[in-house]
């Protein structure tokens, strides 16, 4: 058998591989129609284990591309670093919250919690929280969460610890957010271009199963939109108004000989009384520095030449 002889079965054999592949085409052609037309989006069905659609953002006013197939790799992850938008940060000013708490010793909780009131109301600000109890030795104890402007603050800190007879605890913490601010803001412009371009999509969609795969993902963004814009609300409260805690209570009351005796309000005047004599002293010396140097050494000088001169008069008149 020679070459010539088999070569005539070959070429037949490579003509029947030949049909075989054009009708496999053909068939997929069919069995899978490309449901792709001009000017339309195909959105491939790959829901995921998650459910959420896949999509294509662009933004508004980009051309859709032609034959352009949307699938989860064209979707990137959110990034975990902080976002940043130069027009954002020119526009959002310093985002601080500041938090307070005071442990008040006072004569009565209950009215001292009334004085608090008044002072949080003239500053523009609210009482959150407020509770009073009495406890078995007759004494009283209150509670307080109070908020206030962020430029009243500091003005409300010291009004309150007036209050008291002896501040047992202080403590005044501030936290800026205002990069974590124009992240978020970034985020839900972002968002919320995302929205608009969703929007163009389902306009364009052709067939249900489209408007339902971009509907979805429409309802994924806005739920984004919705829990961004939540997160902003919040910080805008935390930031504009700053949250007081306050804790009071009155100082035993000891009765000596038919007397009433509070040893935290004798500790308070006694420690009063220390200050203004520390003051005193610290003026007096003062005083004593600056008149001495301002006034005394003048009329030691005068003092001086007014001798040297009488004891030339005095040697003048022996001659």
Do not use: C
Not at 104 to 121: G, P
């Amino acid at each position: 058998m020679t070459f010539q002889t088999i070569r005539p079965w070959i070429m037949r054999g490579l003509a029947l591989l030949g049909v075989l592949a054009i009708i496999l085409f053909i068939a997929n052609i069919f069995v899978n129609p490309i449901r792709m037309k001009t000017g339309s989006v195909f959105m491939e069905e790959s829901l995921g284990q998650s459910g959420a659609a896949d999509a294509f953002f662009a933004v508004p006013g980009m051309p859709i591309p032609e034959n352009t197939v949307m699938s989860r790799s064209s979707i990137m992850p959110p990034s975990p670093e902080l976002l940043y938008d130069e027009a954002i940060d020119q526009e959002t000013d310093q985002k601080v919250i500041k938090n307070g708490s005071l442990d008040l010793v006072v004569d009565h909780a209950d009215e001292s919690l009334q004085t608090v009131k008044t002072i949080v109301t003239s500053k523009k600000g609210y009482v959150q929280y407020a509770t009073i109890q009495e406890h078995p030795d007759g004494t009283k104890s209150g509670y307080a969460t109070v908020r206030v402007p962020e430029d009243m603050f500091d003005s409300t800190i010291t009004e309150l610890k007036a209050l008291a007879l002896v501040v047992t605890q202080e403590s005044v913490n501030s936290d800026d957010v205002t990069e974590q601010y124009i992240d978020l803001a970034a985020r839900l412009k972002n968002a919320q271009l995302q929205e608009a371009r969703y929007v163009e999509i389902l306009q364009a969609a052709k067939t249900v199963e489209e408007m339902i795969q971009v509907e979805t993902a429409l309802a994924n963004v806005r739920s984004t939109i919705e829990s961004l814009t939540g997160q902003i609300q919040y910080l805008d409260s935390q930031t504009n108004f700053s949250t007081i805690t306050l804790s009071l209570s009155e100082e035993p009351v000891v009765t000596v000989g038919g007397k009433e005796f509070r040893p935290g309000t004798t500790i308070k005047e006694a420690a009063q009384a220390v200050v203004a004599l520390a003051q005193w002293l610290v003026e007096a010396v003062i005083w004593i520095a600056i008149v001495g140097v301002g006034v005394g050494i003048p009329l030691l000088v005068l003092g001086w030449l007014g001798w040297k001169a009488a004891q030339k008069i005095r040697t003048h008149m022996k001659r």
